[in-house]
C-alpha cells in the first residue's frame, strides 16, 4: 500500500510539475529568400562562337550581369541584380547583332529572357517566392547560350536551300 501512494505521489508530482508551453507568437518573415543553390550552371560556348561573342560589347555586359546573379544570395541583391539584367537586356536589343547571330533564333530566345525577367521582377517586388522564377530566366539565358552553339555548329548553307532556280 505504502508502494502505491509512493507511486501515486510521485505521478502527482510528475504532472504537476509538467510545464505548459504557451504558443509562441511567431512573427513570419515579410522577406522571402530565394534558394541560390538551386540554379543551374551555365552552358559553356564553344570556341567558334566565343571569338564571335568576344567583339560584341552588350551580351559580354549580359553575361556579367548573369554572373552577378548567380552571387546574389538574398532578395536585396536579387533586386539589384535582375534591375541591371532588364536594362543589359534593352541595350542588347536595341544594339547591333553580330552578323551570324543577327536572326530570328536569338531574338525570339532574347524575348523570352525578358519576359522571365520582368516576372522575376514581379515576384520580387510581390514578395513572392522568387526560386523558380529565377531559374526560369537563367534557363532562358542558357538557351540563348545553346542556340548560338547550334548556330556556329550548323553545317547548313541557307541559299543553298532556299535558292529555287
Do not use: H
Request: some cysteine.
Amino acid at each position: 500500500m505504502q508502494k502505491l501512494l509512493g507511486i501515486l505521489i510521485l505521478f502527482s508530482v510528475l504532472v504537476a510539475c509538467k510545464q505548459v508551453e504557451e504558443p509562441t507568437a511567431q512573427i513570419e518573415s515579410q522577406q522571402l529568400e530565394f534558394d541560390y543553390q538551386k540554379m543551374p550552371d551555365k552552358i559553356e560556348i564553344n570556341t567558334e562562337a566565343t571569338d564571335i561573342v568576344e567583339d560584341w560589347g552588350q551580351f559580354k555586359d549580359l553575361n556579367a550581369s548573369i554572373d552577378v546573379l548567380y552571387k546574389a544570395t538574398n532578395n536585396e541583391d536579387l533586386a539589384l541584380a535582375i534591375d541591371d539584367l532588364i536594362e543589359k537586356e534593352k541595350k542588347m536589343s536595341a544594339g547591333k547583332y553580330p552578323e551570324l547571330f543577327d536572326s530570328f533564333q536569338i531574338k525570339s530566345r532574347q524575348r523570352v529572357l525578358r519576359t522571365f525577367l520582368y516576372k522575376a521582377k514581379a515576384s520580387i517586388l510581390e514578395n513572392q517566392p522568387t526560386t523558380e522564377s529565377i531559374m526560369e530566366v537563367l534557363k532562358a539565358y542558357n538557351d540563348i547560350r545553346k542556340q548560338l552553339n547550334v548556330i556556329v555548329n550548323s553545317q547548313l548553307d541557307k541559299e543553298l536551300i532556299l535558292d529555287e532556280t
